[in-house]
């Protein structure tokens, strides 16, 4: 049997011929979503891996790209996916290669427009945590050093005398997890909704799942991290779901507070503060059947049929 001989076909530049604008963009963009979040998730998971195990230059050298570059392409993606495909298609280690300060921040402005929760983001901020040199609880320092064993630019910069960076430290002291931790929440979050959203653009995703990511995402975020009363999440779900929130032991009224908040957004159980007891609590169900959705200021918005 004679064998046939099947030419290669050029996906792209046909459907650009065929004027198929909108199939091409789709197919660019599926693409590099599924891969930049892919590489980004296993580069922080070797990471948070090295950090737990103490290896600390390994695991700042590690969150390095992630967030400087896969988290840029991501929100240039969201923020403009038109002009980012317009500089991916031609001379990219060009036009996607040391982008100024001035336009990280535009893209990361433009990005945090197109999130929920977008009041709760700043772009300059974003910056001075993952780009600038000269912020000393900022991440660049610090990877400037894990990356090399000397260093000369600024004061926070400078390799000291009789030293070479990081690989004199001692390795159980917490030093590190303080600086990770002071920042890390923060752009963790910011990762996770522009993740969320780059999907969204790719395949519309359920809206009560949607929501129910990112309430749990930016709710994990205020019961543990927000270091003042201002709970707009927490309040907005004791109003919704104060018809539930009675202990099934002591038949008390249940808060949903900064302690017992986390567990039941990870693992769907409530502690009641009175007694103690530990209950399932189908935080998933409940809030598909109120309808809460997050807003685009810090507080989030019911129906007024609420469960």
Same mark, same amino acid.
């Given at each position: 049997? +004679?064998?046939?001989?099947?030419?290669?076909?050029?996906?792209?530049?046909?459907?650009?011929?065929?004027?198929?604008? /909108?199939?091409?963009?789709?197919?660019?963009?599926?693409?590099?979503?599924?891969?930049?979040?892919?590489?980004?998730?296993?580069?922080?998971? /070797? &990471?948070?891996? &090295?950090?737990?195990? *103490?290896?600390?230059?390994?695991?700042? !050298?590690?969150?390095?790209?992630?967030?400087? /570059?896969?988290?840029?392409?991501?929100?240039?993606?969201? &923020?403009?996916? $038109?002009?980012?495909? +317009?500089?991916?298609?031609?001379?990219?280690?060009?036009?996607?290669?040391?982008?100024?300060?001035?336009?990280?921040? /535009?893209?990361?402005?433009?990005?945090?427009?197109?999130?929920?929760? !977008?009041?709760?983001?700043?772009?300059?901020?974003?910056?001075?945590?993952?780009?600038?040199?000269?912020?000393?609880?900022?991440?660049?320092?610090?990877?400037?050093?894990?990356?090399?064993?000397?260093? !000369?630019?600024? $004061?926070?910069?400078?390799?000291?005398?009789?030293?070479?960076?990081?690989?004199?430290?001692?390795?159980?002291?917490?030093?590190?997890? $303080?600086?990770?931790?002071?920042?890390?929440?923060?752009?963790?979050?910011?990762?996770?909704?522009?993740?969320?959203?780059?999907?969204? *653009?790719?395949? *519309?995703?359920?809206?009560?799942?949607?929501?129910?990511?990112?309430?749990?995402?930016?709710?994990?975020? +205020?019961?543990?991290?927000?270091?003042? *009363?201002?709970?707009?999440?927490?309040?907005?779900?004791?109003?919704?779901?104060?018809?539930?929130?009675?202990?099934?032991?002591?038949?008390? $009224?249940?808060?949903?507070?900064?302690?017992?908040?986390? &567990?039941?957004?990870?693992?769907?159980?409530?502690?009641?503060?009175?007694?103690?007891?530990?209950?399932?609590?189908?935080?998933?169900?409940?809030?598909?059947?109120?309808?809460?959705?997050? !807003?685009?200021?810090?507080?989030?918005?019911?129906?007024?049929?609420?469960?």
């Amino acid at each position: 049997m +004679e064998q046939q001989i099947v030419e290669d076909f050029d996906l792209l530049k046909f459907m650009k011929e065929k004027n198929l604008i /909108e199939p091409y963009k789709h197919h660019l963009i599926s693409h590099l979503v599924l891969r930049l979040v892919g590489d980004m998730l296993n580069f922080l998971y /070797e &990471a948070f891996s &090295a950090f737990e195990k *103490r290896k600390f230059t390994v695991g700042w !050298s590690l969150l390095r790209k992630p967030f400087k /570059e896969n988290l840029l392409f991501l929100s240039w993606i969201l &923020a403009n996916e $038109d002009e980012f495909i +317009e500089k991916f298609e031609s001379d990219n280690h060009k036009t996607l290669n040391n982008v100024k300060k001035e336009k990280q921040i /535009e893209i990361y402005d433009a990005a945090i427009k197109k999130i929920p929760n !977008s009041s709760a983001y700043s772009a300059e901020l974003l910056w001075d945590h993952i780009y600038s040199k000269n912020h000393a609880t900022g991440f660049e320092p610090m990877w400037q050093r894990a990356t090399h064993l000397i260093t !000369s630019q600024g $004061d926070l910069l400078k390799t000291g005398d009789y030293t070479i960076n990081l690989i004199f430290d001692n390795p159980y002291s917490n030093h590190h997890y $303080d600086l990770l931790y002071g920042r890390l929440p923060y752009v963790m979050i910011y990762l996770s909704s522009i993740a969320f959203e780059c999907f969204n *653009r790719i395949l *519309r995703m359920n809206d009560r799942t949607y929501n129910h990511m990112a309430i749990v995402s930016l709710g994990c975020y +205020e019961a543990l991290f927000i270091n003042n *009363r201002h709970t707009p999440i927490i309040k907005s779900l004791n109003k919704s779901f104060k018809s539930f929130l009675k202990c099934i032991h002591c038949s008390k $009224d249940i808060k949903i507070n900064k302690r017992n908040a986390p &567990a039941m957004y990870i693992r769907d159980q409530l502690t009641c503060d009175k007694c103690g007891l530990q209950s399932s609590f189908p935080f998933y169900w409940l809030m598909g059947q109120s309808k809460m959705t997050v !807003s685009d200021n810090p507080k989030m918005q019911t129906s007024k049929n609420e469960v």
